[in-house]
């Protein structure tokens, strides 16, 4: 059975940081490109960051460049999203994903919340 289990979010202040866990287990992982999306309230779900398998290819949203981070760990099969300089306009719930297209599995979400 795939699982992913998402951590770390929370309430933080504008400006502030978190860093996002995601832990994968059931598959392996390390041939699977991972990703962080998101979704605000009444907004559709948006990719902020991805990284390739290997780690060596990473790309970002726009919006997120210079602020976030993504990071895996091939041998710990976890996802991080770090994410700095947070803005309220980043609230919502983030979620990981691991692989893609037919072979895409998806945590469960943990809430962002980034307010003063």
């Known amino acids: 059975q795939v699982q992913l289990v998402e951590s770390g979010g929370g309430l933080v202040q504008p400006e502030g940081s978190l860093r996002l866990s995601c832990a994968a287990s059931?598959?392996?992982?390390?041939?699977?490109?991972v990703s962080w999306y998101r979704q605000a309230p009444g907004k559709g779900r948006e990719l902020v960051a991805f990284?390739?398998?290997?780690?060596?290819?990473?790309n970002y949203a726009d919006f997120v460049k210079g602020r976030f981070t993504i990071y895996r760990d091939n041998v710990k099969h976890t996802v991080d999203l770090q994410m700095n300089d947070l803005k309220p306009e980043d609230t919502a719930v983030y979620y990981c994903?691991?692989?893609?297209?037919?072979?895409?599995?998806w945590g469960q979400g943990t809430q962002v919340t980034v307010s003063s």
């Open positions: 994903k691991v692989g893609g297209g037919a072979w895409s599995f």
């Open positions: 059931g598959i392996t992982f390390d041939k699977y490109p």
């Open positions: 990284s390739a398998s290997s780690g060596d290819a990473r």
